[in-house]
């Protein structure tokens, strides 16, 4: 299959006031086209900052592309100037946020935040603009568009505001969509119906997409392959199925306990112990170390490389390297 | 969105009817107009005589509710001193004070608005150090201080621009510059403040998802938002504006209303006053409902709630 994005080594570094934070510390990845790639992992692991380094929605005042290409069409998304890289964003590649309220512009309607778009990136005129607008809150399940389109941000439930960003996300057909914790913000009865509109718009116009999310039961439901990241590096990348049942690093293996089972008979929920710490640069060490139960003197002393094991499989941790896959 | 309207410029009438109420005993309350009308020497025959003419000597109620009649009706009664109606007094002098308010509040609103502006985009920076103490600066010095300190350094020192007047173009730069500044600080200031606000606002990174450009995403997209609040700084300005011209017309001597204002008020010259005050809280009471009323133009949440 061909690639519609590939990533190479990306760096993305936070300045704060007396040190660099390696937010995203050299990550690979590549995304064919159709499929549905996820990235997971706990929150201020990197995974938003990947997402908002390729489309370009990082702060420059204090955050540094420190390396790394982002190749999309022949062109490296991460040196673009900022008018080519306008161009692309929004119509071939979009993205989905996560709180679609606070997403929205309050003062304007919908009709004028989904046309905006169109207004941008095609020659469209008024009356096809307005067509295109009915025909996207149809293809999103907005009932009654018409009406809907004079509505402001505010008068729409939550689901309705999230199916009206996948709107705008979708009115250009871009090549990529990044969804960044699409339904984090929703009752679970709404998550439900988002994904499954996410998942429909995948299939149906074969568009890429990658999804961000901490729930490894999105991923289990959504995704073709998944890339789990951990402190601003991947720490293990493979086929959804393949993660699921033989997930090869010890962070991977407490994400999916980590999932509650109506089945287990356990009163406790299982939590991987401690937080997701705060790295300096340069970090040389197994960046999982101190929450891992397997760590010894080797993964506080040397980071392990990203081991690819078989295709589309590859893992970061020295001792699933050295015990045999 | 009718009916609020209407409770609003209800509200509006109740307000300027305690206004002029209270200004209606106050002023009889001041002192005896006929010491200012007659000579030192009159005799006190002469003073009822004159006090009888113009209606004084009649009870308290009789002369409130004639006043108050007649200020509805469209006949404010004649001055003292002037011995003309005082509407026509007030109507020969309005242009001069319009003009100094309307310059004035543009260029306040224009030059505090951009200010703001440029000190949020290009925060920490000098540039917003310097508005942040500018806006200090010109928020707390009042503006007949200004007033005085910049007749002082462009007339009596530099010798610029005339003293007072309002015979030629330049004798616009500084009564316009002392009533702009408070405002204009004013005006800054709070688009900085509510501008940051909305700079970390999610709706202006998808609006950049769309491809929208930088400069139409702070125009467009910030900018519309974060005005919101100031506008209605900007419109309860009008008011400061409107009391600051008394001052100001009187220090740089401006033919305007505040000055025929001031001059009434030193000479007990009851019509004069209570007109003048009648014109003032009308403008400052039709402004501040006009802001309430725009409010929900500027805010579609807003407007579902009214």
């Avoid at chain 1, 299939?203 to 959504?222: D, R």
């Avoid at chain 1, 991977?252 to 109506?262: E, H, M, Q, V």
Wanted: glycine residues 8%; charged residues 20%.
């Amino acid at each position: 299959m061909e690639n519609v994005l590939t990533i190479k080594g990306l760096k993305t570094y936070y300045h704060a006031k007396n040190r660099v934070v390696p937010a995203v510390d050299g990550v690979d990845l590549v995304l064919r086209k159709g499929e549905m790639l996820g990235i997971v992992g706990e929150s201020g692991c990197g995974k938003s900052t990947v997402a908002r380094s390729v489309i370009g929605l990082i702060d420059r005042s204090y955050t540094e592309i420190a390396g790394g290409c982002a190749m999309f069409d022949g062109q490296d998304l991460l040196h673009l100037p900022s008018r080519e890289m306008n161009r692309i964003r929004g119509s071939r590649i979009s993205m989905v946020f996560q709180n679609p309220l606070t997403s929205l512009n309050p003062v304007y309607t919908i009709e004028n935040q989904i046309s905006e778009v169109l207004r941008i990136h095609t020659d469209l005129d008024k009356a096809a603009i307005h067509a295109r607008c009915i025909e996207l809150m149809e293809m999103v399940g907005i009932p009654d568009p018409e009406a809907r389109l004079k509505d402001y941000p505010h008068q729409l439930s939550g689901g309705m505001q999230q199916r009206a960003l996948i709107a705008i996300a979708l009115a250009c057909n871009p090549e990529i969509i990044i969804a960044d914790e699409p339904t984090t913000a929703l009752d679970v009865t709404i998550q439900a119906q988002i994904l499954q509109l996410i998942r429909s718009i995948n299939k149906e116009y074969g568009m890429s997409m990658i999804l961000i999310t901490h729930n490894m039961g999105i991923v289990a439901q959504m995704c073709d392959r998944v890339m789990v990241m951990y402190g601003g590096v991947c720490v293990e990348e493979g086929p959804t199925e393949r993660i699921f049942d033989s997930p090869m690093h010890p962070y991977t293996r407490g994400l999916l306990k980590a999932i509650p089972s109506i089945a287990s008979d356990k009163e406790d929920l299982f939590s991987i112990p401690g937080t997701v710490p705060r790295f300096s640069y340069p970090v040389a060490r197994c960046r999982f170390a101190d929450r891992c139960p397997y760590s010894n003197k080797e993964c506080s002393e040397s980071e392990p490389e990203l081991i690819s094991f078989a295709e589309d499989c590859s893992v970061r941790c020295f001792r699933t390297i050295k015990e045999g896959i | 969105m009718l009916k609020y309207a209407l409770k609003r410029i209800i509200k509006a009438l109740i307000t300027i009817f305690f206004i002029l109420t209270l200004v209606f005993f106050f002023t009889r309350m001041s002192g005896d107009p006929t010491n200012w009308i007659l000579p030192d020497d009159a005799t006190e025959e002469q003073r009822i005589e004159m006090r009888h003419s113009l209606g004084l000597d009649r009870p308290l109620h009789e002369q409130y509710f004639e006043v108050m009649t007649s200020l509805f009706t469209g006949n404010a009664g004649r001055s003292y001193n002037y011995l003309r109606p005082v509407s026509e007094l007030y109507a020969e002098r309005m242009g001069a004070t319009i003009r100094l308010g309307l310059i004035s509040f543009s260029l306040a609103a224009l030059v505090g608005v951009s200010l703001g502006t440029i000190a949020a985009v290009k925060r920490n920076s000098f540039f917003d150090r310097f508005t942040i103490m500018i806006s200090i600066a010109g928020s707390t010095l009042p503006n007949f201080v200004l007033g005085i300190l910049l007749v002082f350094l462009f007339c009596f020192v530099l010798r610029l621009l005339p003293s007072g007047g309002a015979s030629s173009a330049s004798s616009y730069i500084m009564p316009v510059i002392a009533m702009a500044v408070g405002p204009m600080a004013n005006i800054a200031r709070l688009t900085r403040t509510s501008l940051l606000d909305v700079l970390r606002q999610d709706y202006l990174d998808s609006a950049r998802a769309k491809g929208v450009s930088e400069h139409v995403v702070l125009i467009k997209h910030a900018l519309r938002n974060a005005l919101i609040p100031v506008i209605t700084v900007i419109g309860l300005q009008v008011g400061t504006l409107v009391g600051g011209s008394v001052v100001v017309e009187t220090v740089f001597s401006w033919p305007g209303i505040g000055s025929l204002l001031i001059n009434g008020a030193k000479m007990r010259d009851y019509p004069i006053v209570i007109y003048g005050v009648m014109l003032i809280s009308v403008a400052v009471t039709v402004m501040n409902t006009l802001v309430d009323l725009s409010y929900s133009f500027l805010d579609p949440r807003i407007r579902d709630n009214a």
